[in-house]
């Protein structure tokens, strides 16, 4: 029996999606883009999930690529399908109404890259290192890397890493706003993990206010996102949370969050 491309495993309220191709370095072949679309979905769903970390399985890679051998044989036509099932992916995971780490345990490289890119916060090993290589394969990226890495570290660095082809390391990612910290990898898990932990305790519908924003923000002009802020704001003051929340300031005690 082929092994699941994916492990899944929840502590808590947090769910662990782990890419599941060690021997390949955790490479996006079309069955790991829908399996990954597939726990997305799920994960959406499920109310028992607040905060989700993505990671790679074993100490080298995060996700080392689209799976070149199985790219190598695509016509043009399946070439824009695997590029559009990956995007398709992507966009569901940066759209999730509840946080997404990414915890980059090593290469993170074309489709890795882009993959952690729609993730809403990157941790990284101080070993890890990421990339858009894909022009040393006669390639360019396919997943949105040239498109993300724009909005997410501008210009200059887009055109560095996306014409150069090399990858860089983990503290130069962190110089370039690519990922938000750097952690030494023996304590990469633990830091993620307290991270989720305090994302899972937190208000949930504030922070799903706070994903949408940013993404409806991210595409569109400053009055229009002000606009849409302002109606998410007053949105908000229709649950039990903030409520809650306000209530515990003013009595001075730890709010207790439902989800309500
Ligand atoms: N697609 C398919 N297979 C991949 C892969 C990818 N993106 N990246 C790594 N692999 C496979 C290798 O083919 C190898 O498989 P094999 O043992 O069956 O031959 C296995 O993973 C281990 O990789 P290997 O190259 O032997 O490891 P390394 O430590 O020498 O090098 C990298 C690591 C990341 C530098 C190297 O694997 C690499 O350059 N990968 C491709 C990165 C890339 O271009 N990604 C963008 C794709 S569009």
Redo the contacts with the bound molecule.
Sequence with gaps: MTPSPLLISDRGAVRTITVNRA???N???ATTLDALHAAFDDAALDANVRCVVLTGAGP??FV????????NALTPVQGRDFSLRGQRMMRRVEKMPKPVIAMING?A????LELAMCCHLRIAADTA?VG???V??G?I??FGGTQRLLRLAGRAATLELCLLGA?IDASRALQLGIVNRVVPAAELDAVTHAMADQLAASAPLALRGVLECVNVGGECGIEEGLEYESAQFGLIFSTNDMREGTTAFVERRKPVFTGT
């Design positions: 021997d390949k370095l490479a996006l072949n080298k890679a080392a690529g689209a799976d070149i051998s199985e790219m290469f490289l074309g489709g890795g290192k858009q290589p894909e040393n394969l390639l990226p396919g990858p």
